[in-house]
């Protein structure tokens, strides 16, 4: 086989290749980078998720059920509720309550009925994305003739009561859901206390404190009656606010024994006048023992012994005009003047009313308040709690075991006990 011998100049170069080479890494090599390690690659964060219910775009949504909002992969950060039409203040601002976590928004309360709403929510996530979303939807029409509205309320905006005045609301239609509209309604006062709602029949909705409210403070009832099934199928259709003041605290003692009438301003007696009372030889003419709360006055009224089942006409009938008249029951009793009286504080002679001398009559007239407490002792007819406004002859444990909620409510927190909303279909 033949071969090739090797180029001894290919030997040459390569050698002195490999000897300059040898020099430059003996004498001036720079030091060596250290070695790079692979980097993992980066995980592109998940978006934050957020889910609203009603979901977007439905229509005829049931008003009185609750708008939710949930994130997922983060934290919500912001909720709006807006309802065309309405500012958002007062009794109409959509409130809503955090899960401990903050991933789950839920509506405190319903939804103004045959209108559009917008909810607006952001959330936020571990690293700072932020995602927005909204949705819009309507919600079902209340029928006519099956809208719960407010009839009459006491007190009304912007008088001033007395330390026992209860809170009344009358509705225009029976609620069989008690519980659902009593939760609907809010009480917030300057000075909290305890009370709770109780219901005579199925339209009159009454809140009473545990004890008197504390003079010299404001009242705001926020009535969020829009959107609530008071019935089936039932709904009311309008917010309303209520704001009062409770003034000075004043309460008025009869004792049918010894037959005076003492008043007590600040828990200092200001007040003793002599009277006369129901002579009692009749249910109809004994005036009742308990709590009373003066309702209303008038300078001069016509009293009328109809209005109590005797016709005016009869032997024992009359009808009189009196001065200086405060109702403090719907049994036709009366605290007024009673000038042709000559035996103020020694007999008891008419015919329910506590009978007054004309000055005195006079400054009881100027000096009450509605809902100020007047307490009568000493007879053998008790005051019925729906006997005007004898709520406060309920023992506090009786009144709320009354409440369609079974629980007290605290004046000086936002909310109610009970939720509004419906059960879901």
């Not at 005829?60 to 983060?74: H, K, N, S, T």
């Not at 099956?146 to 905006?157: D, G, T, W, Y």
């Not at 609301?169 to 300057?190: G, T």
């Not at 909705?205 to 545990?210: D, G, Y």
């Amino acid at each position: 086989m033949h071969t090739t011998p090797p180029d001894p100049k290919r030997r040459v170069v390569l050698g002195l290749l490999a000897f300059g080479l040898l020099g430059a890494t003996s004498c001036s090599t720079p030091p060596a980078d250290p070695p790079v390690e692979s980097e993992e690659p980066r995980e592109t964060p998940e978006p934050v998720t957020v889910r609203v219910t009603p979901e977007d775009g439905a229509s005829d949504v049931r008003p009185d059920l609750p708008v939710v909002v949930e994130a997922e992969g983060g934290t919500l950060t912001e909720v709006r509720v807006s309802t065309a039409g309405f500012e958002g203040t007062g009794a109409d601002e959509m409130t809503g309550s955090l899960n401990e976590d903050e991933t789950e928004w839920t509506s405190d309360w319903t939804l103004v009925p045959g209108a559009d709403i917008t909810v607006t929510a952001a959330a936020e996530s571990d690293d700072g994305e932020r995602t927005e979303v909204t949705h819009e939807f309507s919600t079902l029409a209340a029928t006519p003739g099956r809208r719960l509205e407010l009839k009459s309320n006491f007190p009304i905006s912007g008088q001033t009561v007395g330390v026992g005045m209860p809170v009344i609301v009358e509705f225009d239609l029976p609620v069989q859901n008690k519980a659902s509209v009593e939760s609907a309604l809010e009480v917030l006062s300057d000075k909290p206390v305890r009370g709770a709602w109780n219901w005579f029949g199925d339209r009159t909705a009454v809140f009473r404190p545990q004890e008197y409210w504390e003079p010299d403070q404001d009242v705001s009832v926020n009535l969020r009656l829009a959107g609530v099934q008071a019935s089936d199928g039932v709904y009311g259709i309008e917010n309303h606010r209520l704001d009062f003041t409770v003034g000075r605290s004043q309460t008025s003692t009869i004792d049918s024994d010894t037959k005076r009438m003492t008043v007590e301003r600040g828990g200092e007696q200001v007040q003793d006048f002599p009277t006369s009372i129901g002579r009692a030889d009749v249910e109809r003419y004994t005036t009742t023992s308990g709590v009373h709360l003066t309702m209303e006055k008038y300078e001069n009224l016509v009293m009328d012994s109809s209005t109590v089942g005797v016709p005016v006409d009869s032997p024992e009938g009359y009808e009189i005009e009196v001065q200086y008249a405060v109702r403090f029951s719907d049994s036709g009793e009366f605290t007024h003047a009673a000038p042709w009286n000559d035996q103020l504080g020694e007999a008891n002679l008419s015919h329910g009313c506590p009978n007054l001398a004309t000055a005195d009559a006079r400054w009881f007239y100027e000096n009450s308040l509605m809902g100020d407490p007047l307490i009568v002792t000493g007879t053998d007819r008790e005051l019925d709690v729906d006997n005007g406004w004898g709520y406060w002859q309920r023992s506090w444990d009786a009144w709320l075991a009354e409440s369609a909620t079974g629980v007290a409510d605290d004046t000086g927190e936002p909310g109610t006990p009970g939720s509004p909303h419906g059960e879901s279909d």
